[in-house]
């Protein structure tokens, strides 16, 4: 991102922000308290006197009867424990004709807005079928792979996710599944017509299952190979923090420059290219010297690619910061796993509102001009109106149809130096996009003066016309 200096405000223009790029503010985290340590001279020991009596008066009985009750109890929850609540993942591939609904060519774009509202229609009523008869098991989550065309409406082939004790068996819960399918088929009002006869369900392990979901884009995975719910990122979120876990972020890249370290962010959106800001390459644009790096920590980092080619929208103008975006494509491929994995790509007609919810990533400083981190940082912002942004207290007129503002009025929140490039996301039923490319600002976080980003969307064409994508 770039943040603009007192020069810069005497030209009204933020200068790039290669290495003045949007930060994470950090919150400091309250040091543990110690436990007071006292003699054991300040407290005097004090003589109970005992008397006689029959060790099985009522007193003792009772709490020797309550005792073996409490004794039973914790072992029956201890068996229930590991006999019922041992639960384990089940992935099922399904396929299924649906007859009252048309084929539409845009079907075929996993990333247009006919194949998203299609897939959240279908993963809804999947969740209405399932999430209140799955018996003792618990439906965790469905994702559609693919729509295609058929003769009587659009086939349609989804991913299924259960939870069930362990010592039930793929074959016995797939029964389980198709009589609740069948059931709710004939008695509930569904909005799609499926032809119970073209109905198929195959047991898949986690590998295959995790191969199908690489072929969707923007799904956060977590070690047990159960897709991470937006909440898992909400909660853990205070004026920017540590990224808690592996895989969180999967889409997050470092670029950095050989022999001087990281530089930029950059968003991963297929397995051979990258998503930035041309401003990171303001000063150095041959491939050659460039490495790409992902995982949650620069040193170590997870994999390391090389850069084999960059590409600068032709229309960057580094005084305006418009056009702020550039690709980079990797010449090796990474292979998508539960720590690696593509973001989506926006429709170009996707709308934010004001005050949506999104989060930015990134390695950068957590005080203005201050040093890079080495772990993954993540904060929770708002987008702001360009109505807004454009005031003369905020960026008094700087904010063009290809930018968007986000953090906070009041500030305290931001990217900063050595965030820029990296991806601004939107999550939309737990599959994400991005929507924005940490771009520039002036300073970090400062009232009045939130990030600025490249908005995505403006620029949806640019990329396909580059990528194919």
Same mark, same amino acid.
């Given at each position: 991102?770039?943040?603009?200096?007192?020069?810069?405000?005497? +030209?009204?223009?933020?200068?790039?922000?290669?290495?003045?790029?949007?930060?994470?503010?950090?919150?400091?985290?309250?040091?543990?308290?110690?436990?007071?340590?006292?003699?054991?001279?300040?407290? %005097?020991?004090?003589?109970?006197?005992?008397?006689?009596?029959?060790?099985?008066?009522?007193?003792?009985?009772?709490?020797? /009867?309550?005792?073996?009750?409490?004794? /039973?109890?914790?072992?029956?929850?201890?068996?229930?424990?590991?006999?019922?609540?041992?639960?384990?993942?089940?992935?099922?591939?399904?396929?299924?004709?649906?007859?009252?609904?048309?084929?539409?060519?845009?079907?075929?774009?996993?990333?247009?807005?006919?194949? &998203?509202?299609?897939?959240?229609?279908?993963?809804?009523?999947?969740?209405?079928? !399932? $999430? $209140?008869? @799955?018996?003792? =098991?618990? !439906?965790?989550?469905?994702?559609?792979?693919?729509?295609?065309?058929?003769?009587?409406?659009?086939?349609?082939?989804?991913?299924?996710?259960?939870?069930?004790?362990?010592?039930?068996?793929?074959?016995?819960?797939?029964?389980? &599944?198709?009589?609740?399918?069948?059931?709710?088929?004939?008695?509930?009002?569904?909005?799609?017509?499926? #032809?119970? %006869?073209?109905?198929?369900?195959?047991?898949?392990?986690?590998?295959?299952?995790?191969?199908?979901?690489?072929?969707?884009?923007?799904?956060?995975?977590?070690?047990?190979?159960?897709?991470?719910?937006?909440?898992?990122?909400?909660?853990?979120?205070?004026? =920017?923090?540590?990224?808690?876990?592996?895989?969180?972020?999967?889409?997050?890249? *470092?670029?950095?420059?050989?022999?001087?370290?990281?530089?930029? =962010?950059?968003?991963?959106?297929?397995?051979?290219?990258?998503?930035?800001?041309?401003?990171?390459?303001?000063?150095?644009?041959?491939?050659?010297?460039?490495?790409?790096?992902?995982?949650?920590?620069?040193?170590? %980092?997870?994999?390391?690619?090389?850069?084999?080619?960059?590409?600068?929208?032709?229309?960057?103008?580094?005084? @305006?910061?418009? #056009?702020?975006?550039?690709?980079?494509?990797?010449?090796?491929?990474?292979?998508?796993? +539960?720590?690696?994995? $593509?973001?989506?790509?926006?429709? *170009?007609?996707?709308?934010?509102?004001?005050?949506?919810?999104?989060?930015?990533?990134?390695?950068? *400083?957590?005080?203005?001009?201050?040093? /890079?981190?080495?772990?993954?940082?993540?904060?929770?912002?708002?987008?702001?109106?360009?109505?807004?942004?454009?005031?003369?207290?905020?960026?008094?007129?700087?904010?063009?149809?290809?930018?968007?503002?986000? =953090?906070?009025?009041?500030?305290? &929140?931001?990217?900063?130096?050595?965030?820029?490039?990296?991806?601004?996301?939107?999550?939309?039923?737990?599959?994400?996009?991005?929507?924005?490319?940490?771009?520039?600002?002036?300073?970090?976080?400062?009232?009045?003066?939130?990030?600025?980003?490249?908005?995505?969307?403006?620029?949806?064409?640019?990329?396909?016309?580059?990528?194919?994508?």
């Amino acid at each position: 991102m770039m943040y603009a200096t007192a020069d810069n405000l005497t +030209n009204e223009r933020a200068l790039p922000k290669t290495l003045h790029c949007h930060q994470l503010n950090e919150v400091r985290l309250l040091q543990p308290l110690r436990p007071v340590e006292f003699a054991e001279d300040e407290y %005097p020991r004090i003589e109970y006197h005992r008397r006689q009596q029959q060790f099985w008066d009522p007193i003792r009985l009772a709490l020797f /009867t309550l005792a073996i009750v409490a004794i /039973t109890g914790i072992t029956i929850g201890i068996v229930t424990h590991f006999v019922v609540e041992d639960d384990k993942s089940f992935y099922y591939l399904a396929s299924f004709q649906v007859t009252n609904i048309k084929y539409k060519e845009n079907y075929g774009i996993r990333s247009s807005r006919e194949f &998203i509202e299609r897939s959240h229609q279908i993963e809804r009523m999947m969740s209405r079928i !399932f $999430r $209140r008869s @799955s018996g003792v =098991g618990r !439906f965790i989550k469905s994702h559609v792979i693919k729509i295609s065309p058929d003769e009587q409406g659009i086939n349609i082939l989804i991913v299924l996710m259960f939870r069930y004790p362990s010592t039930d068996s793929a074959e016995r819960i797939k029964k389980k &599944i198709e009589r609740t399918l069948y059931q709710s088929l004939k008695i509930k009002q569904l909005p799609l017509t499926i #032809n119970i %006869p073209s109905f198929s369900l195959t047991p898949i392990d986690s590998k295959k299952m995790r191969n199908l979901l690489n072929s969707r884009c923007g799904i956060r995975m977590s070690s047990s190979n159960i897709p991470l719910p937006a909440s898992s990122s909400t909660e853990r979120i205070v004026q =920017g923090r540590e990224t808690a876990m592996e895989g969180e972020w999967p889409w997050q890249a *470092s670029l950095q420059l050989i022999g001087a370290g990281h530089q930029c =962010g950059a968003t991963l959106i297929s397995n051979t290219w990258l998503l930035t800001a041309a401003h990171c390459f303001w000063k150095n644009r041959d491939p050659s010297k460039w490495i790409a790096t992902f995982g949650t920590t620069i040193t170590p %980092p997870l994999i390391k690619r090389s850069v084999g080619k960059i590409i600068i929208h032709e229309e960057y103008h580094r005084d @305006s910061n418009e #056009n702020d975006i550039a690709l980079a494509q990797l010449t090796t491929r990474v292979e998508f796993s +539960n720590v690696v994995q $593509r973001v989506c790509l926006p429709d *170009s007609s996707m709308k934010l509102p004001p005050k949506t919810s999104v989060f930015v990533t990134g390695f950068g *400083s957590i005080v203005d001009d201050g040093p /890079t981190q080495n772990k993954l940082r993540q904060a929770r912002v708002e987008t702001i109106g360009s109505d807004v942004c454009n005031r003369k207290d905020v960026y008094d007129g700087l904010i063009t149809p290809g930018m968007l503002c986000a =953090g906070f009025m009041e500030g305290k &929140i931001d990217a900063c130096k050595g965030d820029s490039g990296g991806p601004l996301v939107y999550d939309n039923r737990d599959i994400w996009y991005i929507v924005g490319i940490v771009s520039w600002g002036q300073s970090c976080a400062l009232p009045n003066k939130p990030g600025v980003y490249t908005r995505v969307t403006k620029y949806r064409d640019w990329i396909t016309s580059k990528t194919g994508l």
